[in-house]
T-cell receptor, first 117, second 110 residues
C-alpha cells in the first residue's frame, strides 16, 4: 500500500517566489495534517483538516501561508511570497479519525525540504 | 497551550547500554504517543499509551505513562545502532490535534 506521498521532495527557491507543496494522503484516511520541522522549533503543527474541512489553522505563521484540501485525496500548502526563514522540512500526515477520545496514528510522508535563498 | 518537554535533548551511548528518555508536561493528556524519526524520513509511530500507569513493551523498548497522565518514559534495553534516531513524544487531549515535544536525539555507537 502506498503511504503518504509528498512532492516535491526538495525545493530550492529565491526569496519572494511562490512555493506550492503537495500531499496525497493514504486512501481512506479522513484527517490530514501539515507540519513544519526545524532544528530550532522542532515539529510544529501548521493546520489540520477533517473530511476536507480546515479544523485548526492556528499554527499557520502568517497570511503568506495558505492550505487547501479540494478533495479527500489531495492537499496543497502554499507560501507566497517565500522568505528565507521559511526554510524547513514540511511534513504532511494523514490519519483515520474514528471519533474516539484517543488520538489516532498519524502516518507521515517523507517531507519536502524547502530552502529559500 | 499544552507544552511537552523532553530530556535529555541529546544522548550518545555505546551499543549494549541501557537508556531512558523522558517526556514531561504540566498538562494532562488523554493519550500520548511516541514516534521515532530517522534522518531524511518522517516520524513513525512506536506506541500509543492511554491509561495512567500503563506500561507497554515493544521488543527491547518499554514505554510507561505516568499515573497522572502528564508524563511518560521510554526505556531501551541493550541499545543497538538501529535504535539511532530522533524520539518524539506527542500528547493528545480528546481530539485529533497532537502537540509534539522537541525530541531526544539518540546516537548508538557500534
Amino acid at each position: 500500500d502506498a503511504g503518504v506521498i509528498q512532492s516535491p521532495r526538495h525545493e530550492v527557491t529565491e526569496m519572494g517566489q511562490e512555493v506550492t507543496l503537495r500531499c496525497k494522503p493514504i486512501s481512506g484516511h479522513n484527517s490530514l495534517f501539515w507540519y513544519r520541522q526545524t532544528m530550532m522549533r522542532g515539529l510544529e503543527l501548521l493546520i489540520y483538516f477533517n473530511n476536507n474541512v480546515p479544523i485548526d489553522d492556528s499554527g499557520m505563521p502568517e497570511d503568506r501561508f495558505s492550505a487547501k484540501m479540494p478533495n479527500a485525496s489531495f492537499s496543497t500548502l502554499k507560501i507566497q511570497p517565500s522568505e528565507p526563514r521559511d526554510s524547513a522540512v514540511y511534513f504532511c500526515a494523514s490519519s483515520l479519525n474514528r471519533g474516539g477520545f484517543v488520538g489516532e496514528t498519524q502516518y507521515f510522508g517523507p517531507g519536502t525540504r524547502l530552502l529559500v535563498l | 497551550t499544552q507544552l511537552l518537554e523532553q530530556s535529555p535533548q541529546f544522548l550518545s551511548i555505546q551499543e549494549g547500554e541501557n537508556l531512558t528518555v523522558y517526556c514531561n508536561s504540566s498538562s494532562v493528556f488523554s493519550s500520548l504517543q511516541w514516534y521515532r524519526q530517522e534522518p531524511g524520513e518522517g516520524p513513525v509511530l512506536l506506541v500509543t499509551v492511554v491509561t495512567g500507569g500503563e506500561v507497554k513493551k515493544l521488543k527491547r523498548l518499554t514505554f510507561q505513562f505516568g499515573d497522572a497522565r502528564k508524563d511518560s518514559s521510554l526505556h531501551i534495553t541493550a541499545a543497538q545502532p538501529g535504535d539511532t534516531g530522533l524520539y518524539l513524544c506527542a500528547g493528545n487531549n480528546y481530539g485529533q490535534n497532537f502537540v509534539f515535544g522537541p525530541g531526544t536525539r539518540l546516537s548508538v555507537l557500534p
